[in-house]
């Protein structure tokens, strides 16, 4: 040790002596004011941890929320056009074949189901799926039960389809209102 050295740690300690009121070797001093400093760098680093930790959590949770914003930001939108797909849908299948047969409504016919093609690949763009839903076992979470139906199907399978379900991505958009079998008498 270099007498400047010594020099200081012989003046920190006494420094620390006299704040402390401890008259003890200086060797002492400087041993217990290296053990608080070692402490109060062991906390810090603790924090500092801590700290990264939760700033990386914040990251991640900040991440995953944006990624649901734009896979779901369309969702109210979509659930408003449904209807208007639902409409376009009832209004061609209420065409009598007669009508589709005249020359004069062809244009019109084929201008109406392009449109609904065009709104069908939209929505599969845009992650909107239909799903089917005849034939299947009622499931509450993804259909809605609106009448019991007398069928030779095993009770609780869905034997009518009055409106179409939708999911949008992995959630689901509307509910499918359906016919369920109603168990024989």
Do not use: C
């Not at 002596?17 to 070797?25: R, W």
């Not at 041993?31 to 700033?55: C, N, V």
């Not at 949770?61 to 056009?81: G, H, M, N, S, V």
């Not at 259909?143 to 019991?148: F, R, T």
Request: hydrophobic fraction near 40%; avoid cysteine.
């Amino acid at each position: 040790m270099t007498d400047e050295t010594r020099n200081e740690n012989e003046t920190l300690a006494a420094d620390m002596a006299e704040s402390t009121g401890n008259t003890g070797s200086p060797e002492e001093a400087v041993a217990a004011r290296i053990a608080a400093l070692e402490d109060e760098l062991a906390t810090a680093k603790q924090e500092t941890l801590y700290a990264m930790a939760e700033t990386q959590n914040v990251r991640r949770r900040l991440e995953k929320e944006l990624a649901d914003t734009r896979a779901y930001a369309a969702t109210a939108f979509a659930r408003d056009i449904l209807s208007v797909a639902d409409n376009l849908s009832r209004a061609l299948d209420a065409i009598p074949a007669e009508l589709r047969d005249d020359e004069k409504m062809k244009g019109l016919i084929a201008g109406l189901e392009a449109t609904g093609k065009e709104l069908e690949s939209t929505f599969r763009k845009h992650g909107v799926e239909k799903f089917v839903s005849v034939g299947e076992a009622l499931d509450p979470n993804r259909h809605q039960a609106m009448v019991e139906i007398p069928s030779d199907a095993p009770a609780g399978t869905i034997v009518q389809e009055m409106q179409a379900g939708y999911t949008i991505k992995d959630r689901l958009l509307r509910p499918a209102l359906v016919g369920v079998a109603r168990a024989a008498d």
